[in-house]
């Protein structure tokens, strides 16, 4: 009975997980004669089809990548529209767009503003490109769904509990609408990955016990304020400082690594234990360091830790430990003596077999989400990426409070980041550039 479950459990999560990734879920699943769970179809590029017109939303530097990469994905695809809040960064995608593909978007399809992601909407296209800030993306799906747009969303999908809740529940009308959604949290599309965390579903490692998730590396960019800046302009150029736009980097960047262990693990944590600090960021009112515990209902526990400061050792590993053995997810399994038992066969240069060829998984989401609506079978991943931005926040709150934090409260969180109303100028109610400090002042003897 005991193996019976295992393997059904095995099977629930291979096709929740591993379905998400390929045109449909109903191309993965478990071999019939082997009973192995089997990788579903990844194509290198989307078959050809009706012209679809894309909108970005958002016009920075993974913006403009996003925008190629959709270009990438197959032929009769065509970015139409673009919007932002700054001139400065809309006239330099438009450029990038120009000179590296050939692409001309016209200057009525040009927005500019606060409201200009309603008017890509509205501008006559099938789908949009949302890579706003993350604070920004619950009001943008939840406008993209009620126009009955498909989507691709970067990740993370909400800064806060209260917008990642909405995400949710316009995921939910999308899917009931028909409409496609596609996350950009890469991992789960990517080759060397899923098939390692293909074998660990067929028991290769045995039961997964525990987890050891790592993304050390150095500070990112930050913007000094000049002196005709608004508080709102600064923040915003200044966005992957700022908490209510970018939820810290355990949220905005370190949620890929999160989510490889969440895939792996198959479910959501009941509670978070985390710490964390600030030495050398440089502006804004985050951390630099997270080290985050999660605990499960079965007692299980997983270690999950990210630093973003210069001139230290470095590294990203998302270790996977099972029974029988362990898993680096990005392509190598060991015995429990540190012996290697498998090794993914990455293709050497020249190779013209491409079986294990591995697709630049920043297209091949744009593959997954353009085969799947001309084919006319939905997609939908939200859910993972909505799990797996809580989980994040739940370490981020942790942290930044010194409390545990359960699965529970961040469901039932009223918490909100960012004013109100967007406009430049003040921003109302102000939030100070204030880095939080856990815990009580220690009183002299």
Known sequence: MENQEKSSRRKFIAVATLGAAG???????????????KLPPLPFKAPDGKVLKAGLIGCGGRGTGAAMNFIDAGPNLQIVALGDVFQDKLSTCREVLKAKRGIEVADEKCFIGFDAYQKVID??????LLCTPPH???????????????????????TDPVGARS??????????????????????????????HRRVLNGEIGEIVSAHIIRNGGSLWYRQRKPEWTDMEYMLRNWVNFCWLSGDHIV??????????????????IKASGWGGRQR???????????????????????????????????KKEIIIGTKGIAHADGTLFDLKGNVTWKYPFPKEGDTDETWKINDPYIQEHVNLVSAIRSGKVINDAEA????????????????TGKDVT???????DLHLGPKTYAFGPVVPAIPEVIPVIGTETKPA
């Not at 699965?407 to 969180?413: F, G, I, P």
């Open 23 to 37: 045109v449909v879920a109903a191309c993965s699943g478990t071999d019939s004669q082997t009973n192995e769970t």
């Open 123 to 128: 501008s006559g296209v099938d789908l949009v």
């Open 136 to 158: 920004f993306r619950p009001a943008h799906v939840e406008a993209a769904v009620n126009a009955s747009k498909h989507i691709f969303m970067e990740k993370p999908i909400a």
């Open 167 to 196: 995400v949710r529940i316009s995921a939910k009308k999308a899917e009931q609408m028909g409409l496609c959604m596609v996350s950009g949290t890469i991992r789960r599309v990517q080759k060397d990955y899923m098939e390692t």
């Open 252 to 269: 905005e960047q370190f949620i890929h690594e999160v989510d490889v262990m969440n895939w792996y693990v198959g479910k959501n944590p």
């Open 281 to 315: 960021r440089v502006t804004g009112d985050q951390y630099d360091f997270f080290s985050i515990e999660y605990q499960y209902d079965n007692g299980m526990r997983t270690h999950c830790a990210a630093r973003q400061i210069n001139g230290c050792s470095n590294l």
């Open 385 to 400: 990426q909505i799990n797996s931005t809580l989980i994040t926040m739940m370490g981020r709150i942790s942290a930044y």
């Open 407 to 413: 699965w529970d409260e961040m469901l039932n969180s």
